[in-house]
């Protein structure tokens, strides 16, 4: 078997070595910034001593992957279009002490970029993705939380648009002795299997050499999302089979233990009414058995030798995400639930100070009293930042993946404005 977790050594100890790069123990240390309370932390009370606070790869990542797994729970992975969410979602797994994976769509890295940026060749993608990346690299160790840092969908045409990230990576690790982000999705999934794997097999082994993990998909994730249509794809499509997921890691493992698989078992994106979306959680522990009789005796102890990505989590029932997560899924994708909730956030903002929001001056108070407290952008982002960190708290809750690190409740933040200071109560 690949180990290419074991023969990368970056995440075993904030002060390793990569040859001769000195791994720098700290964001905060390099961009010499405060550093307190749990960012200062090295490891976790309840987690592996490779986890850390602030981004993993390597062994750290796998450590915190095979944890889940050991441990029956799923990591949510949020979309993410800006730092206003990212926040949000680093405040949601402080609060529920808990790791988080955030990750961006190829059209989620142009929106943060800016959408007045030409495209050409993905580079507003490709420029938009790594800013992201820095600000998470920067503000997960002050919210104290491990993060996986991840990028979502990429089809066959966009891999321009990854061959940029990894650059980016390859040029961070020279320098700094880990990749920029943690991992990467291929999805090749429309494309024929052999033709899937062999892509691949070409950048897994790219990726282990810098630490980093590649998340592939087989069969086809229904619904739309980020701009991909696939609502009327084949039922058959749909559902993953034992025999393909085998050829998948009999082809990847050789070259690395470093990779997930999200398997389709009738999985849709987006929200639909109940009954239209038909999990089949079982195909999951179908293809466990059959992988683990075609190892024979050198079959994991738990018998769980794929990790398993659940994609198009949103709306799903309940038993159906706990009954994959007992077959080895450790991840599952959320957008729809936390796109409708930023926006849900502002939506009942405005409803509820809709007559302070009407212009600059003016309001029930009065005709010359002032309005700019409330249309301050930051009190409407805000209203959209609490609804989301209380919607991921319902993710977390459904994936048991709460009160996992150990820390304790979240002390209440000091010397932010308050409302007698001039701020709303949101």
Same mark, same amino acid.
């Given at each position: 078997?690949?180990? !290419?977790? @074991?023969?990368? *050594? =970056?995440?075993?100890?904030?002060?390793?070595?990569?040859?001769?790069?000195?791994?720098?123990?700290?964001?905060?240390?390099?961009?010499?910034?405060?550093?307190?309370?749990?960012?200062?932390?090295?490891?976790? #009370?309840?987690?592996?001593?490779?986890?850390?606070?602030?981004?993993?790869?390597?062994?750290?990542?796998?450590?915190?992957?095979?944890?889940?797994?050991?441990?029956?729970?799923?990591?949510? =992975?949020?979309?993410?279009?800006?730092?206003?969410?990212?926040?949000?979602?680093?405040?949601?797994?402080?609060? /529920?002490?808990?790791?988080?994976?955030?990750?961006?769509?190829?059209?989620?890295?142009?929106?943060?970029?800016?959408? =007045?940026?030409?495209?050409?060749?993905?580079?507003?993608?490709?420029?938009?993705?790594?800013?992201?990346?820095?600000? +998470?690299?920067?503000?997960?160790?002050?919210?104290?939380?491990?993060?996986?840092?991840?990028?979502?969908?990429?089809?066959?045409?966009?891999?321009?648009?990854?061959?940029?990230?990894?650059?980016?990576?390859?040029?961070?690790?020279?320098?700094?002795?880990?990749?920029?982000?943690?991992?990467?999705?291929?999805?090749?999934?429309?494309?024929?299997?052999?033709?899937?794997?062999?892509?691949?097999?070409?950048?897994?082994?790219?990726?282990?050499?810098?630490?980093?993990?590649?998340?592939?998909?087989?069969?086809? *994730?229904? $619904?739309?999302?980020?701009?991909?249509?696939?609502?009327?794809?084949?039922?058959?499509?749909?559902?993953?089979? #034992?025999?393909?997921?085998?050829?998948?890691?009999?082809?990847?493992?050789?070259?690395?233990?470093?990779?997930?698989?999200?398997?389709?078992? $009738? /999985? +849709?994106?987006? +929200?639909?009414? #109940?009954?239209?979306?038909?999990?089949?959680?079982?195909?999951?522990?179908?293809?466990?058995?059959? &992988?683990?009789?075609?190892?024979? @005796?050198?079959?994991?102890?738990?018998?769980?030798?794929?990790?398993?990505?659940?994609?198009?989590?949103?709306?799903? @029932?309940?038993?159906?995400?706990?009954?994959?997560?007992?077959?080895?899924?450790?991840?599952?994708?959320?957008?729809?639930?936390?796109?409708?909730?930023?926006?849900?956030?502002?939506?009942?903002?405005?409803?509820?100070?809709?007559?302070?929001?009407?212009?600059? &001056?003016?309001?029930?108070?009065?005709?010359?009293? #002032?309005?700019?407290?409330?249309?301050?952008?930051?009190?409407?982002?805000?209203?959209?930042?609490?609804? *989301?960190?209380?919607?991921?708290?319902?993710?977390?809750?459904?994936?048991?993946? *709460?009160?996992?690190?150990?820390?304790?409740?979240?002390?209440?933040?000091?010397?932010?404005?308050?409302?007698?200071?001039? !701020?709303?109560?949101?």
């Amino acid at each position: 078997m690949g180990s !290419g977790a @074991d023969a990368f *050594t =970056a995440g075993i100890g904030r002060s390793a070595r990569v040859g001769s790069v000195s791994l720098n123990e700290k964001m905060a240390s390099e961009l010499d910034i405060p550093c307190e309370d749990e960012c200062a932390l090295d490891t976790f #009370p309840n987690m592996p001593p490779s986890v850390h606070p602030g981004v993993l790869s390597g062994q750290a990542m796998i450590d915190l992957l095979d944890h889940a797994k050991e441990n029956g729970y799923a990591i949510p =992975a949020v979309n993410c279009v800006s730092s206003s969410g990212i926040n949000a979602c680093l405040e949601a797994a402080r609060k /529920n002490d808990a790791p988080i994976i955030i990750q961006f769509s190829s059209g989620g890295s142009q929106f943060y970029g800016g959408k =007045a940026l030409d495209n050409k060749n993905y580079a507003a993608a490709i420029a938009g993705a790594v800013s992201g990346a820095f600000h +998470v690299r920067t503000m997960a160790e002050q919210y104290g939380v491990p993060v996986i840092l991840h990028t979502d969908h990429c089809a066959k045409k966009l891999l321009p648009w990854i061959d940029g990230l990894l650059l980016a990576s390859e040029r961070y690790f020279a320098k700094h002795g880990e990749p920029l982000f943690s991992s990467h999705m291929i999805d090749l999934s429309e494309e024929p299997i052999e033709e899937n794997i062999d892509i691949c097999k070409d950048y897994l082994a790219r990726f282990s050499k810098i630490g980093m993990l590649l998340e592939m998909e087989l069969g086809i *994730t229904g $619904g739309e999302e980020d701009g991909v249509n696939n609502e009327d794809v084949a039922l058959e499509d749909l559902y993953s089979k #034992p025999e393909e997921i085998f050829q998948v890691y009999d082809a990847l493992t050789p070259i690395s233990d470093m990779f997930t698989v999200a398997a389709a078992f $009738g /999985n +849709v994106h987006g +929200v639909y009414s #109940p009954g239209n979306v038909k999990l089949e959680p079982k195909i999951l522990t179908r293809a466990q058995a059959y &992988i683990n009789e075609k190892l024979g @005796d050198k079959a994991p102890a738990d018998k769980k030798p794929v990790k398993f990505v659940f994609h198009g989590g949103s709306g799903s @029932d309940v038993a159906d995400i706990q009954e994959a997560i007992g077959y080895g899924v450790i991840k599952m994708n959320i957008d729809t639930d936390t796109q409708w909730s930023y926006w849900e956030g502002i939506k009942k903002f405005e409803s509820k100070y809709h007559d302070y929001l009407q212009g600059q &001056i003016g309001n029930p108070e009065g005709p010359t009293k #002032p309005n700019k407290k409330y249309y301050d952008p930051r009190e409407s982002m805000r209203a959209g930042e609490v609804n *989301t960190v209380e919607r991921l708290d319902q993710c977390f809750a459904d994936l048991k993946c *709460t009160n996992i690190l150990g820390l304790g409740e979240v002390s209440e933040p000091s010397n932010v404005l308050e409302p007698r200071r001039g !701020g709303l109560p949101v």
